[in-house]
């Protein structure tokens, strides 16, 4: 059974930077697909971040390209959310789930079988 752990969640001031990671466990992590997901109150889940198995391939959601970097380290069993120039309204908690299903991710929170414990990120005005 895989298991999720995120970290590097925290307050920061608008325009500043976050790195957020998720440590796997108990599988290949080069068989799973990743992605990053965020849940802000009052608002439904949404796809932030999406990388492919190997890595090579990724998938960003509008609000975030250009500023947001998805990568792993499949050495590590880690991928990594880069957040660069955060807003207010990138505040959320943070959620990396996997899928041994789909090579390149995806951007449906249903494709994804395991989810981590989430972590919060608050960017203040």
């Known amino acids: 059974q895989v298991q999720l752990v995120e970290s590097g969640g925290g307050l920061v001031q608008a325009g500043g930077s976050l790195r957020l990671s998720c440590a796997a466990s108990?599988?290949?992590?080069?068989?799973?697909?990743m992605g990053w997901f965020r849940q802000a109150p009052g608002k439904e889940r949404e796809s932030v971040a999406a990388?492919?198995?190997?890595?090579?391939?990724?998938g960003y959601a509008d609000s975030v390209k250009g500023r947001f970097t998805i990568s792993r380290d499949n050495a590590k069993n880690t991928v990594y959310l880069q957040m660069n120039s955060l807003k207010p309204e990138d505040t959320a908690v943070y959620y990396c789930?996997?899928?041994?299903?789909?090579?390149?991710?995806?951007?449906?929170?249903?494709?994804?079988?395991?989810w981590g414990q989430g972590t919060q990120v608050t960017v203040s005005s």
């Open positions: 108990g599988r290949s992590f080069s068989s799973l697909a």
């Open positions: 789930a996997a899928t041994p299903t789909y090579y390149y991710g995806s951007t449906y929170g249903d494709h994804y079988d395991i």
């Open positions: 990388i492919s198995r190997s890595g090579s391939s990724t």
